[in-house]
């Protein structure tokens, strides 16, 4: 099939990674002229294990990115991946989505399917995009088809995810819509759901708002052990095996981060709101996850005292690991407080340290675990890379060997963690 994708985002691009690794003719329109270049080189502009062997394998072949939207003319499904950030309110921004419409209107053939990827509330598709790209194409709703088909790719495992999904979830209210589609994931073996759009879109919030609860929940737990003196990870393990529940994301440490989690919570907690329901269970999971980060800096405090002129190490920049993505990581207001007390970081992430430098431009950024550790007087694990996994004896060049966990990954002893 030909297909386009509009934006060249972290969606976008697995997206037409994988679906060109299935056999269609990918082409993908962003803005970012850099971004663009970048991946016409066969190389990926961000970090994502797997992917840019796929962009070598198949650009030039069967994907090809531009910044142009003529091209989607003869494309039989265009996939609208652009981002959906919040605004200060909690709402999310449709600017993107509303400016890939009314291009896509102004190239868009008949009978073509127009496909919702980004994460959007319930109406967005009906209210708003079909609206608009009719308005701009000047064709009748009859002449487009619409759908939304929402993606649940974890970063640093999003080939994985695609190639291998729990679900697909296919929401459109036209048979045609609903067989193209399909089409589009031929080669791939997971249940299907199909649905009406509205519910395909709130099935994506709805899954992000319980997986962050768990993630909330966990650490509330976690944080009551801690004072109990009991091991919070033997009590979720005995939780997980039970099969009502399951043992994914009941991991208590430093909390949630990333594009989606916070992101979607706060626009489904106003979307309720606006419907005059108080959201009280989705605003304490947001409470939760926004103290948990502090707790950190309080269990540093009580080993060091005052912060001020100590050096800190802080191990890991980025939300989680196999990622450089920093979007709203638990370490931004764990740095923001450590530089409000006054110490001195001496940072360190396998990946993430250029995208930390344009928040944080002024902490010093070292090269290996072993510089940022030199002469610390206490050291933050934040994000659960396999390296920090295996560190013991490095921690002997720390000045103070005080060391607080994020993510429960150190095995050696003399370590305290947040939630155990």
């Not at 043992?247 to 594009?259: A, E, P, R």
Request: aromatic share 6%; glycine share 8%; with cysteine.
């Amino acid at each position: 099939m030909e297909v386009s994708i509009i934006g060249g985002g972290y969606a976008g691009l697995v997206t037409g990674a994988c679906l060109a690794n299935l056999g269609h003719r990918i082409i993908i329109i962003d803005k970012n002229t850099e971004k663009v270049q970048i991946t016409n080189n066969k190389q990926s502009p961000i970090y994502e294990p797997g992917l840019e062997n796929l962009l070598q394998q198949h650009v030039g072949i069967k994907l090809h990115a531009t910044t142009e939207f003529d091209s989607i003319s003869s494309s039989d499904i265009i996939l609208i991946c652009v981002g959906t950030p919040s605004k200060s309110d909690g709402s999310i921004d449709l600017s993107y989505i509303k400016s890939a419409c009314l291009s896509i209107g102004s190239t868009v053939k008949n009978n073509c399917c127009i496909v919702i990827k980004s994460t959007v509330l319930p109406g967005t598709t009906e209210k708003i995009v079909r609206p608009l790209i009719c308005m701009a194409s000047g064709k009748s709703e009859k002449e487009i088809n619409f759908a939304a088909n929402p993606e649940f790719l974890q970063e640093g495992r999003a080939i994985e995810d695609f190639m291998y999904p729990d679900r697909i979830i296919i929401g459109t209210n036209n048979l045609y819509t609903r067989k193209q589609i399909t089409k589009l994931y031929r080669g791939i073996y997971a249940p299907i759901l199909y649905t009406s759009i509205p519910i395909a879109e709130m099935i994506k919030y709805t899954s992000n708002a319980f997986l962050a609860t768990k993630i909330s929940f966990s650490n509330e737990i976690g944080n009551i052990c801690k004072h109990l003196n009991i091991n919070t990870y033997e009590v979720m393990k005995g939780v997980g095996l039970d099969q009502r529940i399951g043992s994914q994301f009941l991991n208590s440490g430093v909390g949630f981060g990333g594009s989606c989690f916070k992101k979607d919570l706060s626009a489904l907690i106003l979307l309720a709101q606006r419907s005059k329901e108080d959201p009280i269970l989705l605003q304490s999971v947001l409470d939760i996850n926004t103290c948990q980060p502090h707790r950190m800096i309080t269990s540093l405090e009580n080993k060091l005292g005052n912060l001020s002129g100590k050096r800190i190490a802080v191990l890991g920049l980025a939300f989680k690991n196999k990622t450089d993505d920093i979007r709203d990581s638990q370490t931004i207001p764990v740095i923001n407080e450590l530089l409000q007390k006054g110490a001195c970081i001496s940072a360190y992430d396998p990946m993430a340290i250029k995208n930390m430098q344009q928040v944080f431009p002024d902490i010093n950024y070292c090269h290996n675990v072993i510089d940022a550790l030199t002469n610390a007087d206490g050291c933050l694990i934040m994000t659960e890379w396999e390296e920090f996994s295996q560190l013991n004896t490095e921690f002997n060049v720390m000045k103070n060997k005080v060391i607080i966990e994020g993510r429960k990954i150190v095995s050696c002893k003399g370590v305290d963690g947040i939630c155990w």
